[in-house]
């Protein structure tokens, strides 16, 4: 007599949570594998098979273990979905070599892999190793006795950090990773390969987690979440062999962002508070840098009391930071507006959000056009909703002006906010004249209107 699958009852009280009928998860399991590359057409009675015990493709599991942990807001593990292991690929953290690296930059060079790398799914259940885990363990990287390295080789990854940082500021992530990937790829690996001083080696991983970390903004910010996380959690484990707080802090702070811009927002505060607990002995830069996006987190989740209380926390440490300005993951008082802005909208308060993002793009440097791009196009929607026709359309009259001139996937999707929210007052004479210079704008960059 054949053996009765037994029924996967973790499967079964997921869909009860997430409060799914059969046909909404499988829907929900076929847009994730979009994301990851896979063409999958699930309808009720595949799901109905896998809760009756009937086990998913390798490949599909962590994709259905991905939805739950989208619908619920939190992680969700595959034993707590009863599916079997799924294996190494769906960890973002495995691996922490230089070998792995090196592969990943190679990837996001090659135009013909950059597709299939970019549709990585963004991990919502990842685990993110603590700094002491971490903290002096040079597992990340493996030293070969074939070169040796030095202060200057040091300074290079440094100085180069800080030229794609400034390039990113100006022209956009579309212009600034790929340059990113190649300097990884050709000079950062093998420096990391190469024998050194303990001392200048601890600089080096240091230096590399830096721009590791920049290059996962980078693809977060193009809205290519999956492979920003990769090269975070790279980031982490670098900056951990390094024994360096601040970077590891600060990369976890871009994940906290990383998790709200996708809607996770109780996972946003969890990085955040994590990224603060994990920096005792931060200066008054580091501390704002901190605190204010544990502020916009907390107004993600609602918590008003926590938010104000942070933000508060966020001004005082800035008001006492020197006046140096970091090229990669520095915070100024454009920054903490942007923070106060952010918070503001999720508390409701559209009005005063729209003057903080004002005043944010008042005291915003020069240089920092993509900066300005995203900050405009925030702006302008808002004041849109607020009913503002005419602000708004002047604010995206100042947006079109940068975003000609940056490659940001960020700012393509502004764009298409702007054109979405205009088409009902397409007659008003203010929208008129906005279409036609995004019109203009649109034929230079090659963008279809």
């Known amino acids: 007599m054949a053996q009765r699958t037994p029924r996967n009852t973790g499967l079964a009280a997921l869909l009860d949570e997430a409060d799914w009928s059969l046909t909404q998860c499988a829907r929900a399991v076929n847009r994730a594998g979009q994301e990851a590359g896979l063409s999958l057409h699930y309808d009720q009675s595949a799901v109905s098979h896998w809760v009756s015990g009937t086990m998913p493709r390798a490949k599909v599991r962590p994709i259905i273990v991905e939805a739950f942990a989208r619908r619920l807001k939190r992680p969700v593990t595959p034993a707590e979905a009863g599916l079997a292991d799924i294996g190494p690929s769906s960890n973002p953290g495995n691996g922490e070599t230089v070998d792995d690296l090196l592969d990943l930059g190679k990837a996001d060079m090659d135009p013909s892999r950059r597709g299939v790398l970019t549709k990585a799914l963004y991990s919502a259940a990842l685990v993110v190793p603590g700094y002491p885990e971490l903290a002096g363990s040079d597992r990340a990287v493996t030293a070969r006795r074939t070169a040796r390295v030095g202060a200057g080789e040091v300074e290079i990854v440094r100085s180069m950090t800080e030229r794609i940082a400034d390039m990113l500021d100006l022209f956009g992530g579309g212009h600034a990773r790929p340059m990113a990937a190649a300097f990884l790829v050709n000079t950062v690996a093998p420096y990391l390969r190469a024998d050194a001083a303990s001392a200048v080696r601890a600089d080096l991983l240091s230096a590399a987690s830096d721009l590791v970390y920049l290059t996962g903004w980078m693809a977060m910010y193009e809205r290519e979440h999956g492979l920003g996380q990769r090269y975070y959690v790279k980031a982490l484990g670098l900056a951990g062999a390094a024994e360096d707080h601040v970077t590891y802090c600060r990369t976890l702070r871009g994940m906290s962002l990383q998790a709200g811009n996708l809607g996770y927002g109780t996972k946003a505060l969890q990085l955040a508070d994590a990224a603060a607990e994990a920096s005792p002995k931060a200066g008054p830069r580091l501390h704002a840098f901190l605190a204010g996006q544990q502020a916009a987190s907390a107004a993600m989740t609602g918590d008003r009391g926590t938010a104000f209380s942070r933000l508060a926390e966020t001004e005082t440490a800035l008001s006492k930071a020197d006046s140096r300005k970091d090229a990669v993951g520095g915070y100024d008082l454009s920054a903490y507006l942007f923070h106060t ?109």
């Open 341 to 449: 802005s952010t918070v503001l909208y999720h508390l409701g308060d559209l009005p005063g959000s729209i003057k903080a993002m004002q005043d944010c793009l008042r005291v915003q440097p020069e240089q920092e056009r993509q900066g300005r791009v995203h900050a405009n196009g925030l702006l302008a929607g808002r004041q849109c909703e607020l009913g503002h026709l005419d602000a708004a359309c002047a604010t995206w009259t100042a947006f079109l002006g940068d975003y000609e001139q940056v490659s940001s996937a960020r700012g393509d999707e502004h764009f298409a906010t702007m054109r979405t929210m205009i088409r009902t007052h397409r007659t008003a004479r203010p929208v008129r004249a906005l279409h036609g210079y995004a019109r203009q704008v649109a034929a230079r960059k090659g963008t279809v209107v």
